[in-house]
């Protein structure tokens, strides 16, 4: 059975930190690429950061480049996502996904973890 389960949301202050993670489970995790997405109150879900299935190459969105910095360990089968100097509007609810692509796409979600950056 796939599972994906993501950890770490917690209110925080501005200016702190969190690391968020993706535990997975029920699939070849070193087949697939990771991506953190964010879904703030209002607001359409979108891209935070990717990370390439063998682990070489990384992308961030505009809005978190230098305080994001997502990894993955395949012998745990599970990802993260490093958050430094927070800010208000990083305060959404933060998903894992998996997925494979090719002649048939593989596409694995979390149920997200949610972040509020509050003072």
């Known amino acids: 059975q796939v599972r994906i389960v993501e950890s770490g949301g917690a209110v925080v202050q501005p200016g702190g930190s969190l690391r968020l993670s993706c535990a997975a489970s029920g699939f070849t995790f070193t087949s697939y690429h990771i991506k953190w997405y964010r879904q703030g109150v209002g607001k359409e879900r979108e891209l935070v950061a990717l990370i390439t299935k063998d682990g070489t190459n990384t992308t961030y969105a505009d809005s978190v480049r230098e305080r994001v910095t997502v990894s993955r360990d395949d012998a745990k089968f599970e990802a993260y996502l490093q958050m430094n100097n927070l800010k208000a509007e990083d305060t959404a609810v933060y998903y894992c996904?998996?997925?494979?692509?090719?002649?048939?796409?593989?596409?694995?979600w979390g149920q997200g973890t949610q972040v509020v950056v509050s003072s």
């Open positions: 996904n998996a997925r494979r692509g090719g002649t048939r796409v593989y596409d694995y």
